[in-house]
Structure formats: C-alpha cells, structure tokens
C-alpha cells in the first residue's frame, strides 16, 4: 500500500481525542447511572437532548453538501459522506423512537415544544450547532477531520460507558447499536485524513477545527449534563477576544 | 399483523416517514447494528391503516404474518381500508 500523507496527523489527532474522552462532562452522567440509576425526569431529559442535537446535523450536513462541487474529491468521499448522514439520521430516529416508547412526548410534533427536546439559540447546543455549520466554508477533508476525530471520538467513549453503566435496557440498547456506527464514522475520518490532508496549511487547519469542534462539543455536553443532573447550567467560559463591531 | 421481510426490504423508510406523520408510530428501528426497519404489531393497526403498503417501492417487503402474504403491492382490499 503507498504511504499516505496524512497519516501522522491523522493518528495525532486522534490520539489527542482519545486521551481527552474520558474526561468531559458527561462523565457525572455516567456515574449517576451507573451508581443510582436515572430515573425518568433525567432519562428523558438525556434522551430530549440528544434528539435535539441528531436532528440538527440536517441543518449541519445539509451546508456541507452545498460546499461539494463535481469532481473535487474522488467518489469515495462523498459515498462517505452520505453514508454518514444516513447513520446520523437513523441515530436521530433512535432517539425519537425512544422518546416516544416510553411516553416522554405524544408525537413526534409534540417534540419540538417539549422542554427537554427543544431548540433554543441562546443555548450551548445552538452555539455548538453553529460551530459546525460554519466549517461549511472550509474544505470537505478539514471539517470531516473536525467532526470525526474530534467530537465523534469524545462520543464514541462516553456513548460506550453509559451503556455500561445504565440498567435500562432500552437506552443501553439505543447507545449500544450505534456504536459500530459511531466506530466508522471515526474510521472515515482517518481515512480521509490519512490520504488527503498533505499540505502543511491543511494540517494546520485541521489541528485548528478539531480543537474548535471539540471545545464547542464539550460546552454542549456540558449543558446536557447540568439538565439531565438537575445543576444550574454552568457558564461558558469567555471568548478571549472581544469583538467590538 | 405485519411485518419486515428483510430479504426484500431496500431500508427506504417510506414506512417509517408515513407512520410516524399519521402518529401511529407502529415502524421503529431495531436496537441492532444494522438497524433494521422493524413493525411493532402491539401499536400497527392494519388492516385499519395500510398506509406503509401505499408508499413501500419492494415488492414482497411486507408480508402478514398470518398468512405469509405478500402485501407489497398493496391487494386490492387494502385499498378499500
């Protein structure tokens, strides 16, 4: 096999992430289920959150796609891709199926005004979702490198020790079917890493976008914790350039 | 009662989209890998509904249980429900 480009940064990055999974926010879920259980408030909360944040990789996906031209990258990447958007989606339908089985909402409409499942722009899922819709304007490879091994890495191991942790069957089998999911939308990010990040801005760039898309992932977990919890949600912390105009 | 023949089903969805805006919310996907398109027969309530069977492209991936019938194109009374 011919040595790829980008393989070293590709492993870099994900090397990084990985030694960060085990320490975000959602670690204080993971220990509240595994030690007392959640109970039906949090679980539904948990649950609203994460549809929340699925349904809007529409929005997210849908930008990127508008940023792809013919031939710019070969048929394997969008493939991808949209394989990627497929998972997201069936991920998104998990949890509303969830939602829905254990009576949290009525309907499907009935999602958008619920107080767990809503959206709102003054919110940490908003300033992440944002985030990500902005890589739009970047290339395909650096805002897949951002994604996938950045956030998705972080979401892969928490994903794996709440269904550990958690006794109720029907969210460990949510978590759990979506992990080989997850497992190679990391893989597609390496991947695409390894073979077409080879200019050393690309890899600067990408060093830039997986710190940004996992900063602002963390932020929204953060939120989802302080809500499944019950704590006051817990500020960000402030940009460190103020911008005046 | 209904359900998924996987051999023929193409996982399109149309079932699931059509269940869920008439709120019947029978269709669900499978806590499995391959996240199948499964029919839970508590909540379907065919023959009263047979919207699924209007909107599935696979011929064959919808059979009654009971008979083993394939309702992929919709038989005639189906249109009549």
Same mark, same amino acid.
């Given at each position: 096999?011919?040595?790829?480009?980008? !393989?070293?940064?590709?492993?870099?990055?994900?090397?990084?992430?990985?030694?960060?999974?085990?320490? =975000?926010?959602?670690?204080?879920?993971?220990?509240?289920?595994?030690?007392?259980?959640?109970?039906?408030?949090?679980?539904?909360? *948990?649950?609203?959150?994460?549809?929340?944040? @699925?349904?809007?990789?529409?929005?997210?996906y849908g930008g990127w796609g508008q940023g792809l031209?013919?031939?710019?990258?070969?048929?394997?990447? /969008?493939?991808?891709?949209? !394989? $990627?958007?497929?998972?997201?989606?069936?991920?998104?339908?998990?949890?509303?199926?969830?939602? *829905?089985?254990?009576? %949290?909402?009525?309907?499907?409409?009935?999602? %958008?005004?619920?107080?767990?499942?809503?959206?709102?722009?003054?919110?940490?899922?908003?300033?992440?979702?944002?985030?990500?819709?902005?890589?739009?304007?970047?290339?395909?490879?650096?805002?897949?490198?951002?994604?996938?091994?950045?956030?998705?890495?972080?979401? *892969?191991?928490? =994903?794996?020790?709440?269904?550990?942790?958690?006794?109720?069957?029907?969210? !460990?089998?949510?978590?759990?079917? $979506?992990?080989?999911?997850?497992?190679?939308?990391?893989?597609?990010?390496?991947?695409?890493?390894?073979? %077409?990040?080879? /200019?050393?801005?690309?890899?600067?760039?990408?060093?830039?976008?997986?710190?940004?898309?996992?900063?602002?992932?963390?932020?929204?977990? $953060?939120?989802?914790?302080?809500?499944?919890?019950?704590?006051?949600?817990?500020?960000?912390?402030?940009?460190?350039?103020?911008?005046?105009? | 009662?209904?359900?998924?023949?996987? $051999?023929?089903?193409?996982?399109?969805?149309?079932?699931?989209?059509?269940?869920?805006?008439?709120?019947?919310?029978?269709?669900?996907?499978?806590?499995?890998?391959?996240?199948?398109? @499964?029919?839970?027969?508590?909540?379907?309530?065919?023959?009263?509904? =047979?919207?699924?069977?209007?909107?599935?492209?696979?011929?064959?991936?919808?059979?009654?249980?009971?008979?083993?019938?394939?309702?992929?194109?919709?038989?005639?009374?189906?249109?009549?429900?």
């Open positions: 096999m011919r040595d790829l480009p980008g !393989k070293a940064l590709a492993q870099e990055l994900a090397a990084a992430s990985q030694a960060e999974a085990r320490a =975000t926010p959602m670690e204080d879920v993971i220990a509240k289920a595994a030690n007392d259980g959640l109970d039906t408030t949090a679980t539904h909360r *948990l649950v609203g959150r994460l549809w929340a944040l @699925e349904r809007m990789f529409y929005y997210i031209e013919m031939n710019d990258f070969p048929p394997s990447v /969008k493939y991808l891709f949209s !394989k $990627q958007i497929v998972d997201e989606s069936t991920h998104e339908m998990l949890y509303m199926d969830l939602l *829905l089985k254990k009576g %949290f909402i009525a309907n499907q409409k009935a999602a %958008f005004a619920d107080p767990a499942c809503g959206f709102r722009v003054n919110s940490s899922l908003a300033y992440y979702i944002f985030s990500l819709r902005n890589l739009a304007t970047y290339p395909h490879t650096i805002r897949i490198a951002a994604l996938n091994l950045g956030p998705k890495i972080l979401e *892969l191991a928490w =994903t794996e020790a709440l269904a550990a942790a958690t006794d109720d069957p029907e969210l !460990k089998g949510a978590f759990e079917s $979506q992990i080989v999911e997850n497992r190679s939308h990391v893989n597609m990010g390496r991947r695409i890493v390894e073979e %077409f990040i080879s /200019k050393p801005v690309d890899a600067e760039l990408a060093h830039w976008a997986v710190g940004i898309a996992k900063r602002d992932y963390c932020r929204y977990l $953060q939120e989802v914790a302080d809500i499944v919890l019950d704590r006051p949600l817990t500020a960000p912390t402030p940009p460190r350039v103020r911008v005046l105009d | 009662m209904l359900k998924v023949d996987h $051999q023929r089903c193409t996982e399109c969805r149309m079932c699931y989209i059509v269940c869920r805006e008439l709120d019947i919310n029978a269709v669900y996907v499978a806590h499995e890998p391959l996240h199948r398109i @499964e029919i839970d027969p508590v909540a379907c309530t065919y023959p009263g509904c =047979t919207a699924c069977l209007m909107y599935c492209p696979a011929a064959g991936s919808i059979v009654e249980v009971e008979t083993g019938r394939s309702v992929v194109p919709p038989p005639l009374e189906a249109w009549q429900a």
